[in-house]
C-alpha cells in the first residue's frame, strides 16, 4: 500500500502497485499454395489464443486512474480465442 499526500489541498489518496505479469499468447497459421483445389488456393487460416494459461492478472495501480493501458486490455480477464480467414484474389 503507498500514501500519496496531495500537498495544498489536504487530501490523501491510498493506492495499491501492481506486480509485474507476464501474459502468454499463441498463434498457429496455415497458407495454401496456388497448387491447392482452386475454392481453397491462396487462403490463409489462424488460429489465435490469448492468455494461453488462463491466468488472472496482477492488481491494477489503483490511483485515480484505475486501469491503465499498460495492466493488460480488455482489462485481460480469461483465454480468448480467435480464428482468421484471409485470401488473396
Request: proline share 3%; hydrophobic share 35%.
Amino acid at each position: 500500500m503507498t500514501v500519496y499526500n496531495n500537498v495544498g489541498t489536504g487530501t490523501v489518496n491510498y493506492y495499491e502497485v501492481g506486480k509485474s505479469q507476464t501474459q502468454f499468447n499463441a498463434a498457429v497459421s496455415y497458407r495454401f499454395s496456388a497448387q491447392a483445389p482452386r475454392w481453397i488456393r491462396r487462403t490463409q487460416l489462424r488460429l489465435g489464443v490469448n492468455n494461453l494459461f488462463d491466468t488472472n492478472p496482477a492488481p491494477a495501480n489503483m490511483s485515480s486512474q484505475g486501469y491503465t493501458g499498460g495492466s493488460g486490455s480488455s482489462l485481460w480477464v480469461g483465454r480468448a480465442f480467435s480464428f482468421t480467414t484471409t485470401r488473396d484474389f
